[in-house]
Nanobody
Framework: QVQVAESGGGLVQPGGSLKLSCTIS????????IAWFRQAPGKERETIAC????????YSANSVQGRFTTSRDSSDNTVYLQMDSLNPEDTGIYYC???????????????????????????WGNGTRVTVTS
């Protein structure tokens, strides 16, 4: 059974940085795509980044491009979200989620991530809170 767990949230001042981690387990020999979502107070959940295991292709949404970077450490199946130049609008609950499967599914999930239409993921983390305030 695929499982993910995030960590690394916290309180930070505007302009500061945080690094979130997401560890995946139980995916066997399948490829996986890890996506990062956030839900700001009173807003819908937003897809902000994703990265896939087959080749390390990574994508960041326009709203965070240039400030947030996702990367992976394949040696311990951990994906990171480095968040720089944080502002109060980045406040929210951050989730990682995993989709697993063969190459075609991984490619399909990648397309959905870029379109901001990821929904049917195999595992979701419990979320970690990020608060940006002075």
């Amino acid at each position: 059974q695929v499982q993910v767990a995030e960590s690394g949230g916290g309180l930070v001042q505007p302009g500061g940085s945080l690094k979130l981690s997401c560890t995946i387990s139980g995916f066997g020999s399948d490829y996986y795509l890890i996506a990062w979502f956030r839900q700001a107070p009173g807003k819908e959940r937003e897809t902000i980044a994703c990265i896939r295991s087959s080749d390390g292709f990574a994508y960041s949404a326009n709203s965070v491009q240039g400030r947030f970077t996702t990367s992976r450490d394949s040696s311990d199946n951990t994906v990171y979200l480095q968040m720089d130049s944080l502002n109060p609008e980045d406040t929210g609950i951050y989730y990682c989620a995993a989709g697993t499967g063969t190459g075609p599914r991984e490619a399909h999930l990648t397309r959905l991530c870029i379109l901001g239409q990821l929904r049917d993921m195999d595992a979701w983390g419990n979320g970690t809170r990020v608060t940006v305030t002075s």
